[in-house]
T-cell receptor, first 108, second 112 residues
Framework: RKEVEQDPGPFNVPEGATVAFNCTYS??????FFWYRQDCRKEPKLLMS???SGNEDGRFTAQLNRASQYISLLIRDSKLSDSATYLC?????????FGAGTTVTVRA | NAGVTQTPKFRVLKTGQSMTLLCAQD?????MYWYRQDPGMGLRLIHY???????AKGEVPDGYNVSRLKKQNFLLGLESAAPSQTSVYFC???????????FGQGTRLTVV
């Protein structure tokens, strides 16, 4: 089983739509969690950290479910600029692992 | 603000050649990482370092060596390049154990 699994998508959504996707992780000892955004094979950049109680950052909402070992990302009111690949990254001790990413394409 | 800088950005090697990729960070981060990214595979951890003078193997360490002689630099070496090492290589650093990672711009390596 892969350490981190994501639905690769692509999720093709119209502007203004809501899109949500999950990431499952296998290591129950993972301590912190992040969502990164990657554009066209450029370097990944932090989108947001994921806290146990869930958190929002503007149109983005992240949730953590430790019991089922998954994290989720929801994007509201999608913009064309949200088109990217979203990587989830659970962290266990010193090791930062990444999923293969979920591709989101927002169309006009 | 340089952040994390990788050199070179592009390189073409012949099978069997060796090379070293350099990662430099100016943020005084403790932890540094080398990843490779292949289509459909995501980022796979090659080696990492939790401090100056220390290194550890990641998921896919075979064919690579690393060194962290100075806190700000993390070197990735390919002793005898193979076509299977054609990939995009990313270096990253984090300040502490549970803080965000900052990435370099990547090195696109082709082995022919």
């Amino acid at each position: 089983r892969k350490e981190v699994e994501q639905d690769p998508g692509p999720f093709n959504v119209p502007e203004g739509a809501t899109v949500a996707f999950n990431c499952t992780y296998s290591n129950s000892a993972s301590q912190s969690f992040f969502w990164y955004r990657q554009d066209c094979r450029k370097e990944p950049k932090l989108l947001m950290s994921v806290y146990s109680s869930g958190n929002e950052d503007g149109r983005f909402t992240a949730q953590l479910n430790r019991a089922s070992q998954y994290i989720s990302l929801l994007i509201r009111d999608s913009k064309l600029s949200d088109s990217a690949t979203y990587l989830c990254a659970p962290r266990n001790d010193y090791k930062l692992s990444f999923g293969a990413g979920t591709t989101v394409t927002v169309r006009a | 603000n340089a952040g994390v800088t990788q050199t070179p950005k592009f390189r073409v090697l012949k099978t069997g050649q060796s090379m070293t990729l350099l990662c430099a960070q100016d943020m005084n981060h403790e932890y540094m990482y080398w990843y490779r990214q292949d289509p459909g595979m995501g980022l796979r951890l090659i080696h990492y370092s939790v401090g100056e003078g220390t290194t550890a193997k990641g998921e896919v360490p075979d064919g690579y060596n690393v060194s962290r002689l100075k806190k700000q630099n993390f070197l990735l070496g390919l002793e005898s390049a193979a076509p299977s090492q054609t990939s995009v290589y990313f270096c990253a650093s984090t300040r502490h154990q549970n803080t965000e990672a900052f990435f370099g711009q990547g090195t696109r390596l082709t082995v022919v």
